[in-house]
């Protein structure tokens, strides 16, 4: 979770705002230099408002991407718990631009699916596609919790990773 914020938390010494840029700006010449795909795991930004100063900052640096990443949404994405307001999110804004896609089922070259399950959704079963030579590896990529008491709504719990039947599970939020 990057929680991208243009002012710094208290509890932080250094400039958080530039610190967390410079991070990004890491991860885009990191994945770039691989060959990547970027997945962000939800709370890209820390809240629903941001200084278009800051904004403008932060889609420079999504502009650097050679492939665009895939996000998934986290609940400080959109306001008020209301998936019909993500438009008019900074979230929205990059996505409207096409500097982010939404995850929702990604294959990579025949050896992994990843199903993606935003802040709202329920985790999918795990997608049934194979390969012709072997299965094909299934990742959950997801934003809640897991075997956490405090929030029941958005929580994974062992029983949920037997039935939905992924063989990795890649969570933020937690």
Same mark, same amino acid.
Request: net charge negative; aromatic share 12%; proline share 6%.
């Given at each position: 979770? @990057?929680? /991208?914020?243009?002012?710094? !938390?208290?509890?932080? *010494? +250094?400039?958080? !705002?530039? #610190? ?6 890491? &991860?885009? +010449? ?6 990547? #795909? ?12 941001? !200084? ?20 998934? @949404? ?14 008019? #999110? !900074? %979230?929205? /804004? %990059?996505?409207? &631009?096409?500097? &982010? ?9 025949? *050896? @992994?699916? =990843? +199903?993606? $399950?935003?802040?709202?959704?329920? &985790?999918? *079963?795990?997608?049934?596609? #194979?390969?012709? =030579?072997?299965?094909? *590896? ?12 405090? $929030?029941?709504?958005?929580? /994974? ?6 039935? /939905?039947?992924?063989?990795?599970? @890649?969570?933020?939020? +937690?």
């Amino acid at each position: 979770d @990057v929680h /991208l914020q243009e002012q710094s !938390p208290r509890s932080r *010494k +250094d400039s958080y !705002p530039t #610190t967390i840029l410079e991070k990004l700006d890491y &991860i885009v +010449d990191y994945v770039n230099k691989n060959n990547g #795909t970027c997945i962000f795991l939800g709370d890209l930004f820390n809240a629903v408002n941001m !200084p278009m100063n800051y904004f403008y900052r932060v889609v420079d640096i999504f502009k650097k991407f050679n492939k665009v990443p895939m996000i998934i @949404v986290g609940n400080h994405d959109f306001p008020r718990n209301n998936e019909d307001l993500l438009p008019r #999110t !900074p %979230l929205g /804004l %990059l996505h409207n &631009i096409g500097l &982010i896609e939404y995850l929702q089922h990604y294959e990579v070259e025949g *050896k @992994v699916v =990843i +199903d993606g $399950a935003h802040y709202w959704q329920p &985790i999918p *079963k795990a997608s049934q596609l #194979t390969s012709t =030579i072997k299965p094909m *590896k299934k990742i959950c990529v997801a934003h809640c919790f897991y075997e956490d008491s405090f $929030a029941q709504d958005h929580n /994974l719990h062992i029983k949920d990773i037997v039935e /939905l039947g992924y063989d990795y599970y @890649v969570l933020g939020h +937690d």
